[in-house]
């Protein structure tokens, strides 16, 4: 009884840190209708300047909090002052989603510049000797945790019930137009709600600094586990978001303590899934009256730019020819190897080009397939003898019935739920992949693993893997190209567009989502069998949920809905640092960042800016000649 009573403390202390996190994303959801995934990235932000101001500057820890909450809020100003609030008014939801995917991924790139990779841990609050209460022994930092919580919310039920500021909040969440129709500031509004939930987020992670290893990346793990809890509660609803927190906190502890700590998180994510098919809104949704399939007012999907006819093909035939010779320019082996990474990458960003820019459904979980395919092939190939060709294909089969079998449980599911819903299904591939030691290798991947091979034809260097890719590339653009032109690829940008409108037209919505999401599973499977086997290792940090996020900058930095644009994307975020070494270790800053921008002012990407500039030439040129003197003509 003692031990269950330890367990489910424990369960209420980490539950507590996500409830706060949770407070933050559902601040901001109730007032924005957007999902803020940076959020967790005030809370490392908080954390790691709490330890610097303490450790550093040598502040008393009471003045090094205050000072490390108010530079977080005064991060949270910037971010939100300059990115967020302008981006509201012009992007569709599933872009805002993105674009805080991208802050997130730029706060860690700089942390990782400013703080390192290593460890930080703060020192305990009052002391590391723990409290003895009726047999049971808690930590006094845990006191200070849910004390926090507790104070949190009770400060933001003042705040949002007894204030006009509170009032106006409310009232912008629940009616913008009219609010803005009364003389409320909508977008200062806005602000606040964000400088607010950087504040709580950097209070969390200051918290909780002392009981939690601090790294760079330590900010994804709040933004998934504060993300999950809101889901589980309700998006929008405060008393959703705590009860969410401590939910999942107490489900992960018993789960550690009576199953596995291995499970723990598999146990969580399925958790989530559970709540989102059950009720998609959470336990306890708050009604705010938004739709989340469709676009609200201006938020509409900027114009996708193509090339065309005889340009396109005339340039294409030139790539194909500069790919092919691209080899004979190249004597470095590094270059070349990034080069591969390229292509097989690329392969991943058709699929989920296809799903996101054409389709319109947003996907976390990418990289999800990339690990079934991978360990499906390399597992048949190292252990039971197979083919790397077969084993390929067994991993791709694999993947499509996993592609079924979600499509098929999430069918209801649309925009956050949906986005949400991937997001899971990758996490708890990922946790998985982790947890079965004896069939994946753990966290220590899996090694051995041999060369791809089609026959007596290996494919063991570079160079031929290179060749390999090409000749795939070329096949799988000719066939997507062929269908995304036919009426298949009509039906799919009608989805895109409006998905009530799409159905009413006559449009099966339902089989062309499940259509594409087997086919861009299939396409992660194989990129994630050649990556096995280019590597001969796999590990889950190779094709975790990071990549899922890595491979989303690379299709927005090259261009949504042109298939040929993320292969730029996937370019110049592989080569950049094999080619200018002295940057690789601001790799994560820039992903982020050159997400960021792209987003702001290039919502083509660098291929639509590429295509605009080539249509402006040859429109020039045409007018030109259209204005040449015919010899002959009076004058």
């Known amino acids: 009884m003692t ?53 550093h500057f040598g502040w008393p820890m009471a003045t090094a909090v205050a000072g490390a909450a108010a530079v977080t809020a005064l991060a949270g100003l910037v971010i939100g002052a300059a990115v967020f609030v302008p981006a509201l008014s012009r992007l569709p939801m599933s872009s805002m989603l993105i674009l805080t995917a991208g802050l997130l991924t730029m706060v860690e790139g700089l942390v990782l510049v400013v703080w390192g990779s290593q460890p930080y841990a703060l020192p305990p609050f009052s002391g590391e000797a723990p409290v003895e209460l009726f047999g049971v022994r808690v930590t006094t930092q845990g006191f200070w945790i849910i004390g926090a919580a507790a104070l949190i919310i009770v400060c933001l039920w003042y705040l949002l019930m007894r204030t006009t500021a509170g009032k106006a909040l409310r009232a912008c969440a629940e009616n913008p137009m009219a609010a803005r129709l009364m003389g409320i500031n909508v977008a200062r509004a806005t602000l606040a709600s964000f400088v607010l939930a950087a504040f709580i987020g950097g209070l969390g992670g200051i918290v909780v600094g002392p009981i939690t290893s601090l790294e760079f990346d330590t900010g994804r793990f709040f933004t998934v586990y504060g993300f999950i809890a809101v889901a589980i509660g309700g998006l929008g609803s405060f008393v959703g978001a705590v009860v969410g927190g401590l939910m999942l906190g107490v489900v992960e502890q018993l789960a550690a303590g009576y199953v596995s700590s291995m499970f723990a998180d598999s146990l969580a994510f399925a958790l989530l899934l559970v709540v989102l098919l059950w009720r998609p809104n959470g336990l306890f949704s708050a009604d705010l009256g938004r739709r989340t399939d469709v676009r609200e007012g201006q938020r509409i999907y900027p114009p996708i730019v193509r090339l065309q006819g005889r340009t396109a093909s005339i340039l294409g035939a030139l790539g194909v020819l500069l790919l092919i010779l691209l080899p004979a320019l190249i004597s470095s082996i590094s270059v070349m190897s990034s080069l591969v990474i390229t292509g097989i990458l690329f392969i991943a960003l058709l699929g989920l080009d296809l799903l996101m820019g054409y389709t319109g459904q947003v996907s976390l979980g990418q ?210 640092p094999t080619i200018v070494e002295p940057l690789a270790s601001y790799k994560t800053f820039a992903s982020g960042a050159l997400l960021v921008l792209a987003l702001r002012y290039l919502p083509g990407g660098m291929y639509g800016a590429a295509v605009t500039r080539i249509r402006r030439l040859v429109g020039a040129r045409e007018a030109a000649t259209d204005l040449a003197p015919v010899p002959g003509a009076l004058r």
């Open 3 to 55: 031990e269950a009573i330890q367990i489910v403390l424990g369960g209420l202390m980490q539950g507590s840190v996500f409830a706060i996190v949770a407070l933050g994303f559902s601040l901001v959801f109730r007032v924005t209708g957007a999902i803020n995934l940076a959020q967790g990235a005030f809370c490392i932000l908080g954390a790691l300047l709490t330890y610097s101001l303490e450790q």
């Open 367 to 576: 990289a999800g397939f990339m690990a079934i395919g991978g360990y499906a092939a390399a597992i048949l190939a190292t252990n039971h003898g197979w083919s790397p060709l077969a084993g390929t294909a067994a991993g791709m089969l694999l993947s499509i019935v996993c592609a079924i079998v979600l499509s098929l449980v999430t069918m209801r599911l649309r925009g956050h739920s949906l986005a949400l819903a991937t997001l899971a299904f990758g996490l708890l591939v990922d946790s998985l992949t982790v947890g079965l030691t004896d069939l994946t290798g753990g966290p220590s991947g899996l090694v051995g693993i041999p060369s791809f091979s089609i026959g007596s034809l290996v494919f063991d260097t570079p160079t031929k893997t290179y060749y390999l890719l090409i000749a795939l590339i070329v096949a799988l653009l000719l066939v997507l190209l062929g269908g995304v032109r036919s009426s298949f690829g009509r039906a799919l940008q009608a989805v895109r567009t409006d998905q009530t409108a799409a159905s009413a037209l006559g449009v099966n919505v339902a089989r062309h989502k499940l259509i594409v999401l087997s086919i861009s599973a299939a396409l992660a499977s194989l990129s994630g069998s050649l990556y096995a086997f280019n590597f001969h290792f796999l590990s889950p940090e190779m094709v975790g949920t990071s990549v899922s996020l890595a491979l989303i900058s690379m299709l927005v930095l090259g261009g949504e809905g042109t298939l040929v644009g993320p292969l730029f994307g996937a370019a110049l975020l592989t080569m950049l």
